[in-house]
């Protein structure tokens, strides 16, 4: 058995106590949606939540962690953030802000501590799927930890 080599991420969780399981896929560089995670990593879409960072005009850069297959409410965020609005960031600006690239976005471990909004539908699951911080690697674990390991907030953020 090959011997995954842990991220960022992975080694925050394994400081914090924080049990997690690794799970990996094969990617598609031509769909890298959670859905498509989903299907690939055998996980349920309601389970496979997406990083998206975004910028508020007060607060600057915020990471957003929502469910696969749903879409932000840009106002809600801003609203739960203290913002006045809440743009995404452009593409070219993700590696250089947070040290991940598209895909392979996680809430964790990023360049610096940025604030994490998790939408209130994660506590619905009882495990949910996160990106570990590189493509073709999910860190399955509990929302309560994930809010613990990322200080993360809970707000409704979907559409």
């Known amino acids: 058995m090959k011997k995954i080599k842990k991220t960022n991420a992975a080694r ?14 094969e990617i598609d560089e031509n769909d890298l949606s959670a859905v498509h995670v989903a299907e690939t990593a055998g996980l ?30 840009l106002k809600a965020l801003a609203k739960a953030s ?22 392979g976005c996680s809430p964790l471990g990023a360049k610096k501590n940025y604030p994490v909004y998790l939408d209130s ?14 493509r073709g690697m999910q860190l399955i674990l509990k929302p309560q930890d994930l809010i613990t390991a990322a200080n993360a907030k809970v707000a409704d953020l979907i559409a």
Not at 46 to 66: E, H, Y
């Open 12 to 25: 925050i969780l394994d400081n914090l106590g924080i049990d997690y399981e690794i799970k990996t896929y």
């Open 82 to 103: 203290g913002n006045k609005s809440v743009e995404m960031i452009a593409l070219k600006e993700l590696l250089p802000l947070t040290g991940y690239i598209r895909g």
């Open 121 to 134: 539908n994660a506590l619905t699951q009882e495990k949910i799927s996160i990106s570990a911080g590189q």
């Open 44 to 73: 349920d879409i309601n389970s496979v939540f997406k990083t998206l960072v975004t910028r508020g005009d007060k607060t600057g850069v915020i990471m957003a962690v929502i469910g696969g297959a749903a879409e932000i409410d």
